[in-house]
Structure formats: structure tokens, C-alpha cells
């Protein structure tokens, strides 16, 4: 498309183990370096940590990151949490001496050709390399673990990973870890016999068996309950379950795909994650940007929401400039801040004018309703009425539009929460 880059060259890199004489060369964004088997470079020695540290290639540099490891990670005898590389750089992991190189050669990433990937949206070069591996991943049934921010719309990535798959067909179940009270975990994903606790009066099908044959999502997977991460190892490692109070094995088919915002290595190393866990999960990682490194998406993304929000006369051009100024933000709430104050502007603005016949007249109101919800000039109900859409909307897309879970989730009757949804003019689904 107009002559852009089809791939990113990256220069490659190696470490040199001291004493050893082992040297081992990388081709990839980030490396784990550790002691256990599943570390991309394997130190096999008594003060290396499992998962000690990791190297990360950032635009231009290379930033060593220690992991939480016990005995620590050193530049020149100074304990580091992350410090920049630079050719030759000599450092310790524990009481291991490693020697930083750059190689000679270069390795490549692909870049996907489209700004657009099963929803979601980009034209930077940050957001085609995460289309390209999403492309990448839908074509096997390996693990996803999906990392970044708060915001970023690591939802969104999941969904489409699985709408680009061979399990499109099935169902995508998703499961919010942080959604659901501890002691409702392992009923919610393996499901109960009647009577298995009190309060069970019938029993319930769990998440992974409604996943049976389609993909399951584990959102916020940080939030697991330590108790039940080798309940749910042992699923995915055997594809059998069995539900809460019950004696009968049940065979499932299951693809998983898990996000999360928290540093998980770094969890496994202060033992609040498994490890074995992680290594099941991370087959295939992929991390979706925040909005302050791909600012270029940012008018972008604003006029798709505003598409999506009402139609306009506005042509796609004109609406993408009068967002431009929105670049300048941090946006710390990332495509979620984005959206509710492109949704909030479509809101305050009047419909008529949007819709006029002169394209003018609709992008000079489209401005006035945006410089009003940037600066929040407006009416405490017409606030709640926007936060409580986005609300739904955002319910609706974490229960793959489940009427019955939404309504659970939202502690409200189901005939409610249909009317909510007509009020906002949101569609539900069974």
C-alpha cells in the first residue's frame, strides 16, 4: 500500500557466556534468559533464577529488565531493574557473567499490508506488526498470551484471533478473572454437580466445556487464583475436567487465549504465579501497544469510533483532521479513554447537524461537541448517560453479548438490562 514497509529489520544480537565459551544468537523481539528449560537462552547454573530477566529490542535499543530474580541482575557491581545495552556491554546474572553483542546481520518482522485486522484498527507500524502475528497466530491452535496496558484492547485481539481461525465456528467464551468473586472461580470455569455446595440447586455447565470446540478467554490472568492455576494446568495438559462435586471425567476441546496487564515473569518469580503455568500459556506472546507509541493511529481510531457511534456527513478525511489534535494527549486510559471521549463528543452533538446534507455544517458541529467533551462542559446526566453506555457496550463485549451472564454480572433482571439496551440502542444477543 503505497510503498510502505513490509516488514521491520531489527539488527540480530548474542550473549556470550563467560567461562563457557557457549554463545547463543537471538532473532526475536524479547528474550528470556533463566536456568529453566522453557528460557529462550538457557544458563544452566546454581544462582540463575528459572526466570532471571529478559531483554526487550525497543525501537532502537535493547533494555536488559531483571525479573524479580533472587540473587539479582548487575552492570558494572550496581544492581539493576532495567538499564540499556550497548555492544559489549558485560553484566551478572547472579553470580553468571554475560557479554552483550550486536550480530552483523538483521532479522525481519513482518508487517501486515491492511489497516484493519477483524476489528481492530491501525496504519503505525507497532499496530501492522501485532495484525501480522495475530495473522500468525489464528492459523494454529497454540496458547496466546496477550499483554499490555489497561485500555489497549487486548479484548478485541483475542476476538480476533479466534474470528481468523479454524474455530470460528465455535464459540468464543470469555472469562474475566478479576470479574468474578475467588470463591466462584472453579465452578465458573469447570462448571458443578448438584449439590456440590450450598446454593447448588441444579447443576452448571463451567466456561471450558461452553468453549468446547471454539476458544476460550481468559482476561486479566493475573487475577487467577493461585489455587486454581494447576486445576486449569491440568485441564489444558490433559483436555479433561471435572466439574465441582462431580466423579465422572468429561473430554474438552479448547483453545486458549489469555491477557493480562500485570509482568507475569516477574509474578513467577515473587511466587504469585505458576511457572508452569506461564510456560503453557506464553506458546505465542504478543503485546498490543499503548496509544502514546502509535500516536499516528489516534485520528484514526477517533473516526472509526464516531462511525460506529452515528453516521455523519462528515467525508473520512475531514473527520480524521479534526481529531489530529488528540495526538498531543498521553491518553493513560489508552483506546478505552479514546473511545469514550469520541462517543461522548457524538453524544453532546445534535444528530441533525451531523447528518446535514452540508458536510461544512456537520464538521463544524462534530468540533464543537468534541471541544465540549474535552473539556467536559457538560450536563451530570448527560455524563452518567454516556459512562453507563459505554458500560454496557463494554459488558456486552466481555460476555460475547450473553444476555443471561451480562445480566448476572450486572447484579440486574434480564428484562432490565433489555431495556437498557434499547434505551442505548444496543444489540444483545441470545
Known amino acids: 500500500m503505497g510503498g510502505r514497509a513490509v516488514a521491520l529489520q531489527i539488527g540480530g544480537f548474542a550473549f556470550e557466556v563467560a567461562g563457557t565459551g557457549q554463545v547463543h ?3 526475536r523481539r524479547s528474550v528470556l534468559l533463566g536456568s529453566h528449560s522453557s528460557a529462550d537462552v538457557v544458563i544452566a547454573a546454581p544462582h540463575v533464577s528459572r526466570l532471571h530477566a529478559r531483554v526487550d529490542v525497543e525501537d532502537d535499543a535493547y533494555v536488559l529488565r531483571d525479573l524479580g530474580s533472587r540473587n539479582g541482575t548487575r552492570i558494572g557491581g550496581a544492581r539493576i531493574r532495567a538499564a540499556e545495552l550497548a555492544d559489549g556491554t558485560t553484566f551478572e546474572l547472579g553470580a553468571t557473567q554475560l557479554r552483550f553483542r550486536l550480530g552483523d546481520g538483521a532479522f525481519e518482522i513482518p508487517l501486515a499490508d491492511a489497516d484493519a485486522f477483524e476489528g ?12 501480522a502475528t495475530c495473522e ?28 481468523r481461525s479454524q474455530r470460528r465456528a465455535g464459540p468464543l467464551v470469555v472469562f474475566d478473572c478479576a470479574a468474578v468473586p475467588p470463591q466462584l472461580f472453579e465452578s465458573e470455569l469447570f462448571g458443578h454437580e448438584k449439590g456440590a455446595f450450598t446454593g447448588a440447586v441444579t447443576a452448571r455447565v463451567g466456561l ?6 471454539g476458544t476460550l478467554f481468559l482476561d486479566e490472568l493475573g ?18 475436567l471435572r466439574r465441582v462435586g462431580g466423579d465422572r471425567t468429561i473430554a474438552v476441546d ?20 505458576r511457572a508452569d503455568l506461564y510456560y503453557r500459556l506464553a506458546v505465542v506472546r504478543l503485546r498490543v501497544p499503548p496509544l502514546r507509541e502509535r500516536r499516528e493511529d489516534i485520528p484514526l481510531l477517533a473516526a472509526h469510533f464516531a462511525r460506529e457511534a452515528s453516521p455523519s456527513a462528515i467525508p473520512d478525511d475531514t473527520l480524521e483532521a479534526l481529531f489530529g489534535e488528540l495526538t498531543a494527549r498521553d491518553w493513560p486510559g489508552n483506546v478505552r479513554e ?33 471541544d465540549l467533551a474535552a473539556h467536559k462542559r457538560h450536563s451530570l446526566r448527560a455524563v452518567r448517560a454516556e459512562l453507563e453506555r459505554t458500560y454496557l457496550a463494554d459488558l456486552l463485549r466481555t460476555t460475547n453479548h450473553q444476555l443471561d451472564e451480562a445480566a448476572r454480572i450486572a447484579q440486574v433482571h434480564r428484562k432490565s438490562l433489555e431495556r437498557l439496551l434499547r434505551r442505548y440502542k444496543l444489540r444483545g444477543g441470545a
Open 223 to 240: 487475577e487467577l487464583a493461585p489455587e486454581l492455576q494447576p486445576k486449569l494446568l491440568r485441564c489444558l495438559e490433559s483436555g479433561e
Open 208 to 213: 471450558l466445556e461452553r468453549a468446547h470446540g
Open 136 to 163: 500468525l497466530a489464528a492459523r494454529s491452535d497454540a496458547p496466546v498470551l496477550v499483554e499490555g496496558e489497561t485500555g489497549t484492547g487486548k479484548d478485541l485481539v483475542a476476538h480476533a484471533i479466534h474470528a
Open 338 to 370: 479514546l473511545r469514550n471521549l469520541v462517543e461522548r463528543a457524538v453524544v453532546l452533538a445534535e444528530p441533525e447537524l451531523l447528518r446535514a446534507p452540508e458536510p461544512e455544517r456537520a464538521a463544524g458541529e462534530m468540533q464543537r461537541s468534541l
Open 120 to 131: 481492530l484498527v491501525g496504519r503505525s507500524v507497532a499496530m501492522r506488526e501485532v495484525f
Open 25 to 27: 544468537r537471538c532473532d
Open 254 to 273: 479448547v483453545r486458549l487465549v489469555a491477557a493480562t496487564h500485570c509482568d507475569l515473569p516477574r509474578m513467577i518469580a515473587d511466587n504469585r504465579f
